[in-house]
């Protein structure tokens, strides 16, 4: 069973960055595609960024593109999330999944997240 944890959330000014981490466990991490998603309070769970098993191909939504940047190691069974610039509007649980090929549709129960808040 996939175990996924979330970390490196917390409280940022607007304009301040963070670094998200996410460690997978129970599954060969170097060949499948990841991603990272968020939930604000009263929305639906929406796709933040994507990165390919090897790491050449990265996707992102276009509210985050150019200020977040997706990573992983494989060595260290670790997907990263860099968040540079943020907005009030990026405060939401963030989560990590694993991905279906080719899609962002997630495969695994979900982690507990890591909250971000951006105050203005």
């Known amino acids: 069973q996939v175990q996924l944890e979330e970390s490196g959330g917390g409280l940022v000014q607007s304009g301040g960055s963070l670094r998200l981490s996410c460690a997978v466990s129970g599954r060969t991490f170097s060949r499948d595609p990841m991603g990272w998603f968020r939930q604000a309070p009263g929305k639906e769970r929406e796709f933040v960024a994507r990165i390919s098993w090897i790491g050449f191909t990265t996707d992102y939504a276009d509210s985050v593109k150019g200020r977040f940047t997706i990573s992983r190691d494989n060595a260290k069974n670790t997907v990263y999330l860099q968040m540079n610039s943020l907005k009030p509007e990026d405060t939401a649980v963030y989560y990590c999944?694993?991905?279906?090929?080719?899609?962002?549709?997630?495969?695994?129960?979900w982690g507990q997240g890591t909250q971000v808040t951006v105050s203005s």
């Open positions: 999944n694993v991905l279906r090929m080719g899609s962002t549709s997630p495969v695994s129960s």
